[in-house]
């Protein structure tokens, strides 16, 4: 690296964004080159904070021009290092753009930059549109919302409709060459943010990349309506073989708006159940106490002695379990060491009782606990088992295990037909192996029609 | 009639495709859509050729005959199609056809159906003298006048060799209920009705009225048919040429003697059967209950319906004069092949026939499948008789 | 320019892959292949071949390739818009033949049919074979098929979950080039459950009307069916409250289906406006607590002359009410309005609240080219947009009647770009307004997609070109 007096490329960086938001200091550097995950850190060049969709072009027209790869990043929470740069270069840190454009309650969707977080999402509709919301996932209110939706991410309204990804409207992305491109219902000059369009589809360029076709300036999220009556029931069950069918039953009814599979060995008393926990919404107390006799009726109807049900959270759980979002990130501190990362794998249901199994023996082996949790993905169509893996971020064997249970459960996921969610570059590679080749084919050719040079988050989504 | 009859509405079809389906969907209905599956040999493709033909976009040609001519006149574009004018696209098919014969553009096979129906009066080139001789040694007597019925036995019935038992089981049904009936013998003559569906209309006159005729000559109020085509010819087509006469098919005549007291049918008949729906009879005529009340009235039968039956059945694929000219084809997917794998998917032990067309093209595709030795092939009259046979009734 | 030779070595050649039986080159086909049931004028067709598995069209696409001619992929037939009718010549590819129902996962709810597997078909296949499974049926006729109104945006009877692209979780393809390519989970997994979490591919053949390449499979969502299945009918009295409305309506989440259908009966004076909600239940006491809380919803809703009016269904006449209740429905019945037998209309995607502009707007256009409004309009995902079309039936016979509609369908084009709508499966006339707005940044990336996947240009050329 040049001196900061001879750094071009800095002073060029400088001229677009000011001073203050471009860095290579030391500090900087440290914390952009690391995420929370158990993955050791990378080399970071630069790190710069836009403002603008001029700024952002002007920066990537500037990286395009040196060869210099571009790193779009939110809130770093993918856990994965997605937003590390695997090949050095510009991390482009989105969150000072982080308006809030437009909602529109009558369609129902919110134009937002790609900074803004999950936390500043929440409260703003709660205070201006009650009446409406957003999936949320289980993350800290820091994550972004346009992250989350671009790994196709999931949230507590998935169970009925889907990733977040398959909630975008529409996208404004500046492309590694520097140009500007809408897509979506904003594909034409009126510019309207509602839909996905029933034009060429080109949104979906952007939706599971990594980062490595552009850089999402704004985008336009569908908005549900919040019912004001939100509560749940729990079924408890001591056999996981029969999961997949009680999932189903629950889907079926069409009546619950969240759906989620917890296992744990702590506290003891969860130690060999499966808790499905069912969230309810309701306009009125009738619809409600409706809903809850028709999934009550599951565990009465069909699974009588195999199934517990409880029409609401213990009391003492209530309030966590209730919390939107849930606060999934306190695993973080369950070996008193402030980190823990998951393999989220992406399976069909009736993969789940083999997946449990199978993932218990891996954790045991590296003597932890096994933590699962599994959200049932619009109306069961797929799920996201999720194995997670506490470390003691102060003791270097801590994580190494970590690490090795992920590579191993990440394995065991492939193997078992699943795809790991957001996976990181080992994973990557280990789904490129097992990819149709000629469809990783179309991807290097899609990816070399936006990105010629190869400075957009390169090192993903590639082979050796 | 004429094509230029149909001149406002025969732009109407709007090939949405619901014209090929059963009522549910579930399957391609139209024989040959199902086996040839280029949009030309589907009903809305023959409805759009027909016009361009009209509009002459397109002048008739060899292909476009054997188009038309693969449609066996099922009327299962008829039954399902959702417009107000569903009850003219076989009328249209038909004037296509004529179109045709009048330009001289007719598979050959076609050509020679009409060349040996007017010079032989069957389609076979057989003799007119031996038309009647089946019924020879079967005791069926010759009609005279005062007969109540004329049975009208038809081509199929008088010539081929699987039929002629159906028209004798029918015969000695018909001797044992008492009723005073005669054949024609070799002064029958065809019907027609084929020659209709396939655009000859002037031999079609030619021959009506030839019958008609002879039949008024011999005194005859009231005819039973072997065929649901002659059937179809006599009940619908005669009128409007001076024949006016009672015209009932055998099945119908059979429920009637049952009913009546008759024909009394001992004895069981221990067997799972299914029935397969004429188009003349079911379709066009809307005839569905009396042939299985027949059945239902031999004591022991089991009545099992093929996934396709009544409004939905499948043609055999004999009719438009396929029976004959052939030129939807065989194969796997031959019309009477598939019907045959339908009717062995019901598990039944035989197949029942209510018409001398079905009967041969369903000998063939049961024979084309392997599975004429699994299920047997009886029309209704050979099951009642044998009813009475194993009953030990003399006949 | 092609030589005579060249023809005919094409014909043998496609006679090779798929038999005798399933080419031709005859006037009817290429009669009846050069034209479907809208209004667009007809063009010519070179060949028809049907082929019958994923290899053989491979096959006919590196011919096709070699040759440089085009290849037009054809399986309903039914948009109205001429999208698979070819625009530069070359070879119909008609995929009915390939009409298997290759897979259901019924704990995963999807199904993977090839492209020539009509609605009819999986229909009343679910219906016989996973009576607890079911589609989102369009109102198009049964012989419409599965994948072709997926892959342009169709909507239909489960529209509370989307328009049936977004139901898609993946394809298998054959590209300009002749690759096959799998996308979605099974690109990697045995199971088709879903497109994530990969790099969506699967968009990339998502209104692109058959420029991309040609679809063999698809892999679809299915949705829980349910015993009972009942609708109610509200009147509108002024469409300026259709927003609100639906927006109500939609904000319970408790129906599977809202479509508004504005019409002309024959012995009307005026245009009656009708709001038809779709409500499916396990039990009647489901039903009757759904059909209560949407009855209730309009009890006090609006002023005078703004009123949402609830009709019971025994008041309307019965054909009515049974065409509204039938799966699919008979929207075809518009084709013989004018005793014509066709039909075409333009649908626009827009959002919730443009739909009382689009509806004046559709008006003016109606009364300038001598039409009655007809429209439907239905809601998609959770008021989250509405397809809007506006039809113009036409007669057949009548060249007169066919270029009236034409000028419609062109103005009402224009009005719906014009207010940010996005028209969907767009003719060709529609297509080139279309690009002739679009910001040139989507025309190259447009462009640039279009080469990557078919570099030789033989993908339905004509379609999306701008220029």
Same mark, same amino acid.
């Given at each position: ?18 001073? =203050?938001?471009? $860095? ?21 060049d630069?790190?710069?904070m ?21 790193v ?8 994965e290092?997605l ?42 509709l ?21 992250g ?52 060429p ?61 917890? =296992? ?23 619809e ?9 009726r &599951? ?10 049900f409880?029409?609401?959270a ?20 369950w ?15 009736d ?5 449990w ?18 959200r ?8 996201l ?36 969610w ?8 280990e789904?490129?192996?097992?990819m ?29 | ?13 709007f ?21 040839f599956r ?22 008739? $040609? ?24 569903h ?7 038909m ?7 009048e ?50 036995v038809g ?14 089981a ?51 109020k ?8 002659a ?10 040429l ?34 397969h ?39 055999c ?79 | 320019?092609?030589?005579a030779g060249?023809?005919?070595?094409v ?6 892959i ?57 399986? =309903?037939?039914?948009?109205? $818009?001429?999208?698979?009718v070819?625009?530069?010549?070359? &070879?119909?590819?008609d ?10 996962n ?25 009576p ?25 009877h ?10 898609i ?25 879903g ?10 053949f ?14 679809l969502?299915?949705?829980p ?28 989440d ?11 009966p ?27 809380l ?7 809703f609006?002023?005078?002359? $703004? ?9 309307l ?22 005793? =014509?037998?066709?039909f075409?209309?333009?649908?626009v ?29 239905r ?37 719906a ?41 033989i ?9």
């Open positions: 690296m040049p001196k900061e007096g001879e750094d071009s490329l800095y002073t060029g960086l400088k001229d677009i964004v000011g001073e =203050g938001f471009v $860095s290579r200091g030391p500090e900087e550097l440290y914390i952009y080159s690391r995420d929370s995950s158990a993955n050791p850190p990378r080399r970071v630069y790190v710069v836009p403002s603008s969709v001029e700024e952002v072009q002007a920066v990537v027209r500037l990286a395009s021009t040196r060869g210099i790869p571009l779009p990043m939110g809130a770093a929470l993918n856990l290092g937003t590390i740069p695997l090949k050095g270069g510009i991390v482009v840190d989105m969150r000072r753009m982080d308006r809030i454009i437009e909602v529109s309650e009558m369609d129902r969707y919110a134009l937002i930059e790609a900074g803004v977080s999950q936390g500043k999402l929440i409260s703003y709660k205070e201006n549109h009650p009446t409406l919301q957003h999936s949320v996932p289980d993350a800290p209110p820091s994550a972004t919302v346009a989350s939706c671009l790994i196709c991410g999931y949230g507590h309204l998935s169970t009925n409709y889907g990733t977040h990804a398959e909630m975008v409207n529409a996208l404004e992305v500046v492309l590694p060459s520097g140009e500007l491109l809408r897509t979506g219902s904003a594909m034409l000059p009126t510019s309207l943010w509602f839909g996905r369009g029933s034009l589809d080109l949104t979906g360029l952007f939706l599971g990349w990594l980062g490595t076709t552009g850089i999402v300036t704004k985008l336009s999220i569908r908005l549900y309506p919040r019912p004001p009556i939100r509560d749940m029931v729990i079924y408890m069950m001591q056999d996981c073989s029969i999961v997949p069918d009680v999932v189903y039953r629950i889907t079926h009814t069409e009546m619950a708006e969240d759906v989620s599979i917890v =296992g744990q060995e702590r506290p003891e008393w969860m130690k060999g159940y499966q808790i499905i926990a069912a969230y309810v919404s309701a306009h009125t107390r009738e409600l106490a409706l809903k809850k006799k028709y999934l009550k &599951i565990s009465e109807k069909d699974f009588k002695a195999r199934v517990s409880m029409e609401k213990p009391g003492d759980l209530k309030e966590q379990f209730m919390e939107l979002p849930f606060f999934a990130t306190k695993v973080a501190d070996k008193k060491g402030g980190g823990f990362e998951y393999v989220g794998a992406v399976m069909p249901i993969t789940l009782p083999e997946a199994e199978k993932g218990i023996e891996i954790a045991h082996r590296y003597n932890m606990l096994y933590s699962y949790a599994i049932v993905v619009e109306g069961g169509h797929h799920v088992f999720t194995y997670s893996y506490p470390f003691n971020r102060a003791d270097e064997t801590s994580m190494q295990s970590a690490l090795a249970a992920l590579r191993e459960t990440q394995k065991l996921s492939l193997d078992l037909g699943a795809i790991p957001k996976p990181e570059v080992d994973g990557q590679k789904i490129i192996k097992r149709d080749k000629g469809t990783f084919r179309l991807m290097q050719r899609v990816r070399n029609l936006f990105d010629p040079k190869g400075i957009m988050n390169p090192g993903n989504w590639e082979v050796d | 009639m004429a094509l230029d009859d149909f001149k406002d509405i025969i732009h109407r079809c090939r949405c495709g619901y014209c090929k389906f059963t009522s549910n969907y579930s399957d391609f209905n139209c024989p040959p859509y199902n086996k280029l949009e030309t040999f589907s009903p809305g493709g023959r409805m759009w050729l027909i016009r361009a033909m009209m509009l002459k976009d397109i002048e008739p $040609s060899q292909h476009l005959a054997d188009i038309l001519y693969t449609c066996t006149m099922c009327a299962n574009c008829v039954e399902e199609c959702r417009f107000k004018f009850d003219n696209i076989v009328d249209i098919i004037e296509g056809k004529a179109s045709l014969v330009a001289g553009v007719v598979p050959p096979s076609v050509r020679d159906f009409f060349k040996n129906i007017y010079t032989n009066g069957n389609p076979w080139k057989e003799p007119q003298k031996k038309r009647g001789d089946w019924a020879k040694d079967a005791g069926i007597p010759h009609y005279k006048k005062g007969d109540e019925y004329l049975f009208y081509c199929i019935g008088s010539y081929d060799q699987r039929v002629q038992k159906m028209a004798r029918f015969g000695q049904l018909l001797l044992r209920s008492g009723i005073s009936f005669g054949i024609l013998g070799e002064e029958e003559y065809c019907d027609g009705n084929e020659v209709l569906m396939m655009g000859e209309e002037g031999l079609f006159e030619y021959l009506a009225l030839k019958n008609i005729e002879l039949f008024k000559e011999k005194g005859v009231k005819i039973v048919t072997l065929s649901p085509h059937y179809n010819a006599m009940l619908n087509k005669y009128p409007g001076g024949g006016d006469f009672e015209v009932v098919h055998y099945t119908e005549l059979l429920k009637e003697l049952i009913t009546s007291g008759r024909l009394k049918i001992p004895g069981t008949r221990k067997m799972k059967v299914t029935y729906d004429p188009c003349f009879l079911g379709r066009w005529n809307s005839i569905y209950d009396e042939p299985r009340e027949v059945l239902d009235s031999v004591h022991g039968i089991e009545l099992v319906e093929m996934k396709r039956n009544r409004e939905n059945a499948f043609c694929g004999g009719g438009g004069g396929n029976f004959y000219t052939d030129i939807i084809g065989g194969g796997e997917q031959s019309p009477s092949r598939i019907r045959s794998r339908e009717a062995a998917e019901t598990g039944a032990d035989i197949i029942s026939v209510a018409c001398p067309t079905c009967m041969t093209m369903m000998e063939d595709g049961l024979k084309g499948e392997d599975l004429d030795h699994k299920i047997k092939l009886m029309d209704i009259s050979e099951i009642v008789l044998s009813a009475i046979i194993d009953a030990g009734e003399s006949i | 320019m092609k030589m060249d023809k005919d070595h014909y043998e050649g496609l006679k090779t798929v038999g005798d039986a399933f080419v031709s080159r005859d006037i009817e086909e290429l009669y009846m292949y050069s034209r479907d049931p809208g209004a667009s004028i007809p063009r010519n067709a070179d060949w028809v071949v049907l082929p019958n598995t994923t290899d053989e069209v491979r096959e006919i696409v590196v011919l096709a390739k070699d040759m440089k001619i085009p290849v037009v992929p054809i399986s =309903g037939g039914l948009t109205l $818009s001429g999208l698979a070819p625009v530069k010549g070359g &070879i119909v590819m995929m009915r033949r390939m009409d298997r129902i290759v897979e259901v019924e704990m995963s709810r999807y199904v993977v049919v090839e492209s020539g597997v009509s609605q009819g078909k999986l229909l009343s296949f679910l219906k016989e074979n996973y607890m499974l079911r589609h989102s049926m369009p109102d198009a006729p049964p012989a419409a098929s599965v994948v072709g109104n997926t892959l342009i945006y169709g909507s239909g489960l529209s509370k979950h989307g328009a049936h692209s977004e139901m979780n993946g394809l298998e393809v054959v590209l300009g080039d002749g690759e096959i390519l799998r996308l979605g989970s099974l690109a990697v997994s045995p199971y088709w459950f497109r994530a979490p990969l790099p969506d591919l699967v968009s990339l998502v209104n692109w009307f058959g420029t991309t390449g040609i679809v063999t499979r698809l892999s969502k299915l949705y069916a349910h015993p009972l299945r009942d609708m109610l009918i509200f009147l509108v009295q002024d469409p300026g409250t259709i927003p609100e409305a639906v927006s109500r309506i939609t904000a319970t408790l129906m599977e289906d809202v479509l508004i259908v504005a019409s002309r024959p012995k009307s004076p005026s245009v009656i406006s009708l709001l038809t909600v779709y409500l499916t239940a396990e039990t009647p006491e489901e039903l009757d607590f759904k059909k209560e949407f009855v209730d919803m309009f009890k006090d609006g002023k005078e002359g $703004s009123k949402i009016v609830f009709t019971p269904k025994e008041m006449p019965q054909k009515l009410v049974h065409g509204f209740m039938e799966e699919p429905q008979y929207a075809a019945a518009t084709a013989d309005f004018k005793k =014509g037998g066709g075409e209309y333009v649908g995607v827009l959002p919730l609240s443009m739909v009382p502009v689009a509806w004046k707007k559709g008006e003016d256009i109606a009364k300038k080219h001598g039409f009655d409004p007809l429209y439907t309009v809601n998609v995902g959770l008021g989250h947009s509405v397809v809007f079309a506006f039809a113009y039936p036409f007669n057949r016979a009548d060249e007169k009647s066919l270029k009236r509609s034409r000028d419609a369908l062109a103005d009402t084009n224009d009005m770009l014009e207010i940010g709508g996005t028209p969907w499966k767009s003719e060709l006339e529609g297509q080139a307004r279309i690009m002739a707005r679009m910001d040139p940044m989507v025309l190259s990336v447009m462009h640039g997609i279009k080469k990557v996947m078919d570099p030789e240009g993908m339905n050329p004509g379609n999306w070109e701008h220029g």
